[in-house]
């Protein structure tokens, strides 16, 4: 069995003096995809933001490939992408200057390999109107670009789906499956109905947290 990317030990986080969750322990293995559910507050954006290193506000432990994050974070982020539950673009720069944005501080692409992922997402032809110019689907499809070119073995994706139409949806998906064929790893909180074939679940509740595994 293969070493877990990704492995949480007894985190707890509070928030405004109400526990979140607490015990909350989970491994994440090569080659699957985990969506984080519960009801609306039940803390998957949080928990993301925490895996993402967003929110400090948390205790318990947090390893990558078996050693604590904590004393080697520059390593985890170079192989960690995080896509928030908002577009996260930049509404007066095009599709292009957005994604060699979100590209900065990476690796270099060139313009052809963004203009594929672009055209990819189905944003053919509008590579260089201002994103403020597109709907919000589009604006969602500027961020979800970033995916087509990434190399990161580890993803954390919060409510990606939205906005996103039926044809967009199922081209997700069969991204993220893709995805975990190759060997990386997806957390996903979603609302929208998502069942892929072997997918994990890791479940917030107002009781706790269930780990349906
Ligand atoms: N910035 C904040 N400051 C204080 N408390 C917050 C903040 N953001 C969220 N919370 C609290 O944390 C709880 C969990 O929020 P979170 O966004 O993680 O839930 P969620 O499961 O992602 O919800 P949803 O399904 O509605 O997206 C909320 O009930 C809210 O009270």
Request: glycine fraction near 10%; include cysteine; charge should be neutral.
């Amino acid at each position: 069995m293969s070493e877990p990317l990704l492995q949480a030990v007894n985190l707890q986080c509070e928030r405004d003096k109400r526990i979140l969750f607490r015990e909350l322990s989970f491994s994440i293995l090569p080659g699957t995809v985990t969506r984080v559910e519960g009801p609306n507050g039940s803390g998957k954006t949080t928990l993301l933001r925490m895996l993402a290193g967003l929110n400090d506000a948390w205790t318990g432990e947090l390893n990558w490939c078996g050693s604590s994050i904590a004393n080697q974070r520059e390593v985890f982020l170079r192989n960690m992408l995080y896509l928030g539950h908002r577009p996260g673009i930049k509404p007066l720069l095009t599709p292009m200057e957005n994604l060699r944005a979100l590209m900065a501080g990476r690796r270099p692409v060139s313009d052809a390999v963004l203009r594929q992922a672009l055209q990819g997402t189905g944003l053919s032809g509008f590579e260089d109107v201002p994103c403020r110019n597109l709907s919000a689907g589009q604006q969602r499809r500027v961020a979800l670009a970033r995916l087509l070119i990434a190399d990161e073995p580890l993803w954390l994706l919060d409510e990606v789906f939205t906005a996103i139409d039926a044809d967009g949806v199922t081209a997700l998906e069969a991204l993220l499956q893709q995805r975990a064929a190759e060997g990386g790893a997806v957390l996903v909180t979603t609302h929208h109905d998502l069942a892929l074939p072997g997918m994990q679940r890791l479940t917030l509740g107002a009781g706790g947290v269930t780990d349906e595994r």
